[in-house]
């Protein structure tokens, strides 16, 4: 059983200390986004990687449409990892939606985690006339959805089998598969919506597990006033501003997340 | 890059049919070039030091976040990507985009080239409908080709039905040349049953509604079944039939399905070889190539051959024996005939069961098809 749950989500673990770190990668993307923040924690602790059933390399074969149409479903891929590596006193890094997903699997097994970091949270992404801004309305979302439609089944399946043919350009074909392919475009969809319509504001109030939010400056997904909320919202949480723009700080500005991450478990394991 | 270099690449770029923007790891512009102004209806002034996802819609902007970005960041590379501008005034703008990151003193720097897609949205569009199009038609035709054969086998077991009735003398005394044409009516009645019922295979083929009932089955045994039934056929041609099965051989598969396609590769083979030829049948461990006996003797599949001494099939059309709808040999007065399903079906139902259907031959030389089965 857990050798079938570690070839599922294609799970991967290095690094040379005890305490797990897991890193949870957001929609869109798969285990590689990490790439360049995990060797500034392998010497310290033992690093587990996956992806999402739907995402990566995952198991497609494993999809069930009804568990991955909520985040749930998601928060229990992660749990179904702890369980199969019997991971415990985890300090779990979530991007983005995963950041969600991680306070929903915490608020299930709150005694498997040391701490949350949640990158660019957002509990809910639609806004919530009049109290709350999330900062997209659902029209934006159904430009997403338009968008994905277009570059999955327009692009991916459509013309890009004719490129991957072109011997003279191998790797177009090959990263496409690495990254928009191999993710199937209704497993995607599927995610986009369980993502972009959930509303987990009242998930953060039975955090129990202290974490780390850290806010990206001028980020359109998750705004400044998103991850205030998230601070506001959940007990024991630390908000951290970066200067790093954009959505993915682990990706544009590795050194400053990093910085941020090492300084807050610093402070976190001083008895 | 000398300023006065820098000067003439800008001016370069703003001459490019195509709009061009550069930006570093934090999204900022350095540059953009006037074809790219323009389809925006921006100054360049506005836009320098912004973030590039303001040149975008709302649903491009979460997409760029969300896929692109980290496309790019990690790969290095994007290409072709549909997304929409939006302009300072009017409607969003389609354009395919191509990004590339350049990394430098530890920093990166995006250059990324954009083509409206007006044309080529249209297009795709055109081709992406055409499709789908096409798709629905395929499905409605598998679904109306299922649903009439079944309706056809309804008056058919009528016609079988009462030619039986009659043919018992129910209503009234039959005489001899009144059964013969009975008879023919039963036989045409049968053949015809028979090309419905391969439609029909075909059809749930195609929609995936095949059950198989997977269980050990005796090779051997069910050769000599078919064998037998099929001595008719054999006898009236002046064919001769070699078996070389062993009892033991198993597989395991569907009963029926098996026999199924042991029937039709021995009716093609009766149909296609001239009076006086010769049939055999070989079984054994493997896949039935010309491999060596140690490696099939391991194998987990095993393998019946069923060889012609017919006129063979030319080594283009060989690919498309197993293509429905597909008879390779030309049609003549007194040729076989058929749907030209058998195949098709076979191999359908072969790979369905874990194995396949294969074809080797040579014109004048004569057919062997190749069934494997997973070893049971």
Known sequence: MPQDILARNNVRTFGSGTQPMLFAHGFGCDQNMWRLVTPAFERDYRIVLFDYVGSGRSDAAAWDARRYSKLDGYAQDILDVCHALDLDDVILVGHSVSSMIGVLAANREPERFAHLILIGPSPRYINDAPDYVGGFERADIDGLLEMMDRNFIGWANFLAPAIMKNPDRPELGEELTASFCSTDPVMARCFAEATFFADNRDDLGRVRVPSLILQCSDDMIAPEAVGAYVQRATPGSTLRQLAATGHCPHMSHPEETVQAMQEYLAVQSIP | MPHRELAGMDELLDGAPCGFVSFDDSGRILRINATLLEMLGRERDELI???????????????????????????????????????????????????????????????????????????????????????????????FLAMMSHELRTPLNAIAGYVQLLEMGLQGPVNEKQLEMLERIDRSQSHLLGLINDILDLSKLEAGGVEYVLEEVRLGAGVDAVAEMIEPQLASKGLTLEVVVSPELTARADQDKTRQILINLLSNAIKFTPAGGAISIRGGAGAGAEADADADAGSNMVFLSVHDTGIGIAPEKQASVFDPFVQVHEKKADSPQGTGLGLAISRDLARGMGGDLTLASAPGEGSTFTLTLPRH
């Open chain 2, 49 to 143: 030091g912004r973030h590039v996802e303001k040149l975008l819609s709302v649903g491009s902007r979460v997409f760029y976040q969300t896929h692109l970005f980290p496309l790019v960041r990690m790969h290095g590379r994007a290409e072709e990507i549909f997304l929409l501008l939006q302009p300072a005034t009017g409607d969003h703008i389609g354009v395919l985009i191509n990004i590339a990151r350049r990394e430098g003193d530890g920093a990166g720097t995006y250059d990324a080239v954009l083509v409206r897609v007006r044309e080529r949205q249209k297009y795709e569009q055109e081709l992406l409908r055409a499709r789908r199009e096409a798709d629905a038609a395929n499905r409605a035709k598998s679904e």
